[in-house]
């Protein structure tokens, strides 16, 4: 009845040619569980609704996840901050005190050979 429905109408997308395909290749499959009578039938009360999204909450959830991702990204950041002084130690100690010992010590050592 929906296959006939669907194709005479020509709506047929590709989104519901593969619901259409399941739903037909799984008809055979599956066999709905016979009802046992009971002997006094109950209506049972449908439980409450939730509330209604509002727009206001899913804005509220865009902030929160926003700070969240904020924290993520702060919390990374300082994360590498901390792994740079040691990783900056021996370049430091290689290159940049020798030729600050030469620009300090440079003028006393001229004059030094200059005196003599």
């Avoid at 865009?62 to 919390?75: G, L």
């Avoid at 010992?101 to 050979?113: E, Y």
């Amino acid at each position: 009845m929906l296959r006939e429905s669907v194709v005479r109408r020509g709506i047929l997308t590709a989104a519901s040619f593969l619901v259409l395909i399941m739903l037909v290749g799984c008809q055979g499959l599956v066999k709905a569980p016979t009802p046992t009578p009971s002997p006094t039938p109950t209506p049972t009360p449908a439980p409450p609704l939730p509330p209604p999204a509002t727009l206001q909450t899913s804005i509220n959830h865009i902030v929160v996840m926003a700070q969240e991702n904020r924290d993520m990204r702060m919390s990374a950041a300082e994360k590498k901050a901390a792994a740079l002084p040691p990783k900056l130690t021996v370049p430091m100690i290689l290159f940049f005190l020798p030729v600050l010992f030469v620009v300090i010590l440079g003028p006393s050592g001229i004059k030094l050979a200059a005196m003599h």
